[in-house]
């Protein structure tokens, strides 16, 4: 389960706004806001939703590390 705390850093990584990490998921902007405001795991999104989150992130090069950080892929 990824965490607010992992959106957040991972859209830094790559230099993402919320819109336009909302656009490469295909969710709400509000949406985006709404879960980056929750502290810690996000165990109120649907599986859907992080799954598009999480997707979108990876494929612009970020690794999700066991719960507890983000760092960019090797290339």
């Keep these: 389960m990824i ?4 959106v957040r850093a991972a859209r830094a990584l790559v230099r993402w706004d ?3 990490l909302a656009a490469e998921a295909g ?3 509000e949406t985006i806001k709404r ?10 999104a649907t599986g859907t939703t992080l799954s598009k989150i999480q997707t979108a992130l990876e494929a ?7 719960g507890t ?4 892929k090797q290339r």
């Design 60 to 66: 612009a090069g970020v690794e999700f590390i066991d």
């Design 27 to 29: 969710v709400s902007v």
């Design 18 to 20: 919320q819109s336009k």
């Design 3 to 6: 965490s607010s705390e992992q």
């Design 35 to 44: 879960l980056e405001k929750m502290d810690g795991p996000l165990l109120a």
């Design 69 to 72: 950080g983000v760092k960019l």
